[in-house]
Every structure is written in C-alpha cells, then in structure tokens.
T-cell receptor, first 111, second 113 residues
Framework: GQQLNQSPQSMFIQEGEDVSMNCTSS?????WLWYKQEPGEGPVLLIA?????ELTSNGRLTAQFGITRKDSFLNISASIPSDVGIYFC???????????FGAGTRLTVKP | NAGVTQTPKFQVLKTGQSMTLQCAQD?????MSWYRQDPGMGLRLIHY???????DQGEVPNGYNVSRSTTEDFPLRLLSAAPSQTSVYFC????????????FGPGTRLTVL
C-alpha cells in the first residue's frame, strides 16, 4: 500500500533544544498534515500543507511541504515539556479520500 | 459543541461476539471516518463516509461494517470479533474533504479475548 515513512521513531531531548522530524513516501501527496497525539487522546492537527514548497509556522512549530511532493518536515524550536507526545504525518492518497498516517515519532522532553 | 463523541470508552469481547462502536458529531460535518491504532503503528483507515448514505472502504476494512443514515452518526460494527481486532479505535470528522482538519474522538479501547 501507499506508506508514509517517519523518522526518527523516537527522540529524547533536553528542554530548550530544537527538534526535527520528517516523513517520506514513494508516492506523491497533494496534502501533508502533521498531528500530535497525547496519551489517552485522539490526534490533534498542528499544521496543514497544501502546496509543494510551502513553509508554514504555528508558534514554535514549522513544517515544510517538499518540492518533490514526496516528503515533509516538521521542526519544533526551543522544546518545552508539554511538547511530549507522538507526532504523526498524514496525507490523503492522490486523488482519493483515503487518508494515510505515518507510524509516528515519539518525543520525550527532559526538563 | 461536544465535538466528536465515542462510546463505549472501553470494551472487552470474546471471540465471535458482535458489537457496535458508536460515533457522533454535532458540527454538521460531512466527512466521517474510522481508524484503528495498534502499538507502534500509525492510524489505519477502516471505513469512511463523505455524507449520509455514502460509505467506502479504507486501508483495512475486513471484519468491519459501517452505515451512515444521518449526518451526525457513523457507527462501526464488528460482526464476529477476532483477537486481531484488539486495538484502539478512533472516529473522526471533517467539515469538507479529507485534506481538511480532522477532529478526532477520544477513542474506544477494545480487547478481544
């Protein structure tokens, strides 16, 4: 099937550090979405990207839609303890309503 | 607005039993979907609906049925539960298409013995 490959699988960082994670696919996506999931809850949308090359920020978060449309990056600057959670990339299959999610990057922030 | 609600929150079934997971939204969203989440994996789409009376299969539809008789409700039925269906199930809704922001419910944790 059409897979989204996220890396790294997990990260352990110190409070205040910057974080970078990415998502790649062998197929083209027209939309990239980044979600965060906290324990016991459903995912919450952080950033949505709709155009190749697009760079979008949401507070300390910045995400980019890769030029090839096969990848996307999420950066978190000056991490804080409440950034802890699992970050997922997601996108609909090309020309379809079928949504795909990556396996997630689990972020741990040490105070 | 309550957003997306799911019931029950937890459920234990025996192999072969049937049950329905309930999902409702009060945002008048057209698009609703069901996902399952297994340890170490992302969410996988089971079924989705683009409006009342319209449903379609996602990535992992086998063993599950859905119907969409109203805009608000999108129940997920397990006809004969199997241990492989042990998972956390999330329902989501979005105002427009799948590329729009999805609002997720709190999840149902299902264990099949």
């Amino acid at each position: 099937g059409q897979q989204l490959n996220q890396s790294p699988q997990s990260m352990f960082i110190q409070e205040g550090e910057d974080v970078s994670m990415n998502c790649t696919s062998s197929s083209i996506f027209n939309t990239w979405l980044w979600y965060k999931q906290e324990p016991g809850e459903g995912p919450v949308l952080l950033i949505a990207l709709y155009k190749a090359g697009e760079l979008t920020s949401n507070g300390r978060l910045t995400a980019q839609f890769g030029i090839t449309r096969k990848d996307s990056f999420l950066n978190i600057s000056a991490s804080i303890p409440s950034d802890v959670g699992i970050y997922f990339c997601a996108g609909p299959k090309y020309n379809n309503n079928d949504m795909r999610f990556g396996a997630g990057t689990r972020l741990t922030v040490k105070p | 607005n309550a957003g997306v609600t799911q019931t029950p929150k937890f459920q234990v079934l025996k192999t072969g039993q049937s049950m329905t997971l309930q999902c409702a939204q009060d945002m008048n969203h057209e698009y609703m979907s069901w996902y399952r989440q297994d340890p170490g994996m992302g969410l996988r789409l089971i079924h989705y609906s683009v409006g009342a009376g319209i449903t379609d299969q996602g990535e992992v539809p086998n063993g599950y049925n859905v119907s969409r008789s109203t805009t608000e409700d999108f129940p997920l039925r397990l006809l004969s539960a199997a241990p492989s269906q042990t998972s956390v199930y999330f329902c989501a809704s979005t105002r427009a298409g799948v590329g729009d922001e999805q609002f997720f419910g709190p999840g149902t944790r299902l264990t099949v013995l």
